[in-house]
Each structure stands twice: as structure tokens, then as C-alpha cells.
């Protein structure tokens, strides 16, 4: 369980967490939702441990994060938006590196993971080739592995479906629900609401650094009186007015693009 008490974290002058709290359960599934610049990538950079609270405090399993950074990093898997990859190593390679840096010493057990996931992910026929040889949806794929070989108690995932074909966007949804119902936290920030509301057990919305909702999606959905997601997402955070200035633009498509 994670458990976040008023906590605000700063940037200089600039306020990007204002006094949030709010709890992830043990076995669920929460989506992390939020405009750019609402305060998603600074939450997740305080609970992978990458920068300490200006204030308010974070528990983990009854850690303070603060004191206890390098037993809470070890029950953390992510997966970032961008690539960090040792490009030069091969996949097998790479997952072995890391599953050391987190004390998992190579035995059949880990063979058996890395086999596994390299088949339900389509890239086992690929594992021995060098990363930087991979597509953008097999290095997406690779960060997700990479993520989850040490068996976290936490898996962080920031865009993971970006860029993924859709039979192992399948696998890794699958996966996630198979990693909740074993107990884990999954925390996923999305700019996609269709995986948030098919995908998620709860949603938690930001903006400028403040929750201005959360609870389960079933709850969110039935209070919004036949809304979607998406449509709750743009009333509550002011994307509302982009929704009708586009509406009205959309109607001068053929003045801007006439057909030819």
C-alpha cells in the first residue's frame, strides 16, 4: 500500500504537487490521469524515489520513503515514456544486468521468467540481437519486461501501451490484471482514456498539481450522468473549452481544406 499525506512538492517558484493526499491499495489498478504539467511525472518521480518531498511525507508498506529509499526501490518496477536502454547489449543481456542490480541472481527460476516473457511479448526470436536493432514498439516491450523481471511489489508505468502491437498491448493488460489479483499496486499515467476505463479498478485526476477527483471508475462513471471518461476528463480540468473551439472549427474544415 502507498499511502501519500499532504504532500507538495516545488520547483522553484513553480508549484507542481499542492498538498495531495490520497492512498493506492494493495490489488488494484489505479489510472493517473491529468492534462500536461498537471503534476503525473512529478508523482511518479517521488514514489520511484528521485526526488524528496518538499513536504508531506509517503508511505510505503509502512516505509517512510525518505528513510527507508533503497528498500523501497527494490519492490519498484517502472516503465518511463522514454527509452533508457543499454542499446548496446542484446535483450537477454540487459535483463540479466538488471535483475542483478536488484539482487536477483541468475538461476532456472529466472531463466523460466525471461523465457516467458519474451514469448508472450513476440520477442524471444529477437532476444540475441543487439536493442539498438529493435523497433520502437520491441524497445517498448523490452522496457516493460525489464520493468517487472524482479517481481516488484510496485509497477509505476508511464505510456506503456505507446508504440505496442495489439496482441502484446493484450499480453501486458493481461499481465497487469493477473499482477493485481496477486496483490501488487499498479499505477499507470495515460493520456489514453479508453485503456484507463477498460484497464483501470480506480482513476485519479490531476490538475495544476491539485486531485480534483478520484474513486473507482464505476463510481466516477455512474455519477457523470452517461458521460465517458474522456468527456468527465475535459469538465473537470477545463479541456471542456477545446471541445466546443474545435467543434466550431471543425464546421470551417472546408473553407481551411477545401477539397481540390
Known sequence: MIEIKNLTVTYGSTVAID??????????????????????????????????????????????????KETIKRQIGFVTDEFLLFEKLNAYEYLEFLA???????????????????????????????????????????????AIIHNPKIILLDEPLTGVDAESAYVIKSLLKMFASEGKVILLATHIFEIAQSLCDEAVILDKGEIVTSGSIEDI????????????FLQLTGGAKYKYLTNILLKKEKEIFPLF
Not at 119 to 140: C, N, P, R, V
Not at 221 to 232: D, M, Q, R, T
Request: glycine share 12%.
Open 19 to 68: 498538498n495531495i493526499s490520497t492512498t493506492f491499495e494493495n490489488g488494484k489498478i489505479y489510472g493517473l490521469l491529468g492534462p500536461n504539467g498537471a503534476g503525473k511525472t512529478s508523482l511518479l518521480k517521488i514514489l520511484l524515489t528521485l526526488c524528496k518531498p518538499y513536504y508531506g511525507k509517503v508511505i510505503v508498506d509502512g516505509l517512510d520513503i525518505v528513510e527507508h
Open 100 to 146: 542483478a542490480l536488484y539482487g536477483v541472481h541468475r538461476d532456472n527460476l529466472f531463466d523460466r521468467r525471461v523465457d516467458y516473457l519474451f514469448e508472450l511479448l513476440g520477442l524471444k526470436s529477437k532476444a540475441g540481437y543487439s536493442i539498438e536493432t529493435y523497433s520502437f514498439g520491441m524497445k517498448k516491450k523490452l522496457s516493460f519486461a525489464s
Open 221 to 232: 462513471l455512474s455519477a457523470s450522468k452517461g458521460k465517458n471518461l474522456e468527456e468527465i
